[in-house]
């Protein structure tokens, strides 16, 4: 199986909307729509996508790729483009085309748009909230089974950042990986002849006594873990002093929309959220129909 890529270029990324969404068919339609049978196959329709809240637009490629699928002469005009905010009642794009694929796509394209709309703003609002830090909002790979490029497009979208993709593309050490190597020391020595092809290598550490043995042993990227305040500004400290330049440090833990100012001005580079993409609540939107 070919690893998956986080080129979201426009050929790539319609690629991923394209297979993410003939999944998406086959479960929900199957052998065919037997509810929009019951319509003039020459009926043609108009139809209307309302959003009923505020958001951060994400998912017009899936939205597009489901249309695309079911009637590729449908036309589609978008008024809201991706990564724009969009207002209460607004008219966030309009079909044309015929009736009975228009309402077959109508439940799959509104499930993405309002799944990735959800996480872009999700994340949106905690770049806001970070605002004027050094630190970046990043993603994490708690992620919804089978969605997780789609969900960590939408990280990007809403002006987050993504951290690895899954287990094959960077080295993440954490607790259980140090006590099973023998120590922070051990494993990153481990990790070069181990790894090499790893974009990055993170160990995580819970004290300032491992984050110097990480320092002090070359470690480039750190994951402070559930620290307190005054030791993430110590942590801070220590990395910006060490002779051999400091890492990125990043905050795992305890965040949540009342910390996370916080936890920025303490000087960390970047904070990992994990809420971004599994405890999205959907948004809201609305389609509706006009026969031609």
Known sequence: MTPMSSDFSPEPLAALARA????????????GDLTAALVDPAQRARARVLAREAAVICGAPWVQATLAALDPQARITWHVAEGQRCAPNEVVFEIEGRAQPLLTAERTALNFLQTLSAVATKTAHYVGLV??????????????????????????TGGGANHRLGLYDAVLIKENHIAAAGGVT???????????????????????????????AGARMVLLDNMDLPTLREAVRLNAAHPQGGAVLEI???VNESTVRALAETGVDRISIGALTKDVKAVDFSMRFEAL
């Not at 993410?20 to 052998?31: K, N, S, Y």
């Not at 830090?133 to 960590?152: N, S, Y």
């Not at 494993?187 to 043995?213: D, G, H, M, N, W």
């Open 252 to 254: 795992s833990g305890g």
């Open 186 to 216: 051990a494993v990153l020595q481990r990790v070069q002849a181990s790894a090499p092809q790893a974009k990055f290598v993170q160990i995580e550490v819970e004290t300032l006594a491992q984050l110097q043995e990480a320092l002090d």
């Open 20 to 31: 993410d969404v003939a999944r998406a068919l086959q479960e929900d339609v199957g052998a």
């Open 131 to 156: 605002a004027g830090t050094r630190a970046q909002i990043v993603d994490t790979r708690k992620t919804l089974p089978g969605l997780r490029l789609a969900q960590k497009y939408a990280v990007l």
